[in-house]
């Protein structure tokens, strides 16, 4: 179902009603020279997204050979990731870039997020950006 079908947009439309918020985006230049600094070339937006944070837990097992040692470690982890209309994507004017700081703007105990990787295109249209925390801040 492409997002230029009618139920696509009904069924992304209700579901950022439910968990749609805006969000302050932070675009940042960084090098393994230097610490991230603001982009002059990009200005901070605050667009209305669909915002998913996810608790997750996962399992990490592990054995060594020598001495018959195993091993499980249980990791909680939280996936953060953001949601675009094609058309609110579009409106930033610049693509977003690993490294660029999100903002939950409408909850303040929530810490910082970056971009962790290049936006992905569903194949509804719409625009996912994956998430992970500030380790800055």
Known sequence: ????????????R???REFG????????????????APDPDRSPT????VVSLTPTTENF?????????????????REAA?????????ALMYE???????????RPNEPPYKVSRAPETSDRGDVVVSLVLDGNR
């Open 1 to 12: 179902m492409r997002f230029n079908s009618i139920a696509a947009r009904t069924a992304f």
């Open 14 to 16: 209700a579901v950022q």
């Open 21 to 36: 918020e805006f969000v302050r985006i932070l675009p940042r230049i960084s090098s393994e020279y230097t610490d991230d």
């Open 46 to 49: 605050q667009p209305f997204v």
């Open 61 to 77: 097992d592990g054995s060594r050979q020598g001495s018959k040692i195993n091993t499980s470690t249980r990791l909680s982890m």
């Open 82 to 90: 953001i949601w675009f209309t094609p058309a609110a994507y579009a």
């Open 96 to 106: 977003l870039r690993e490294g660029d700081r999100v903002v939950m703007i409408e």
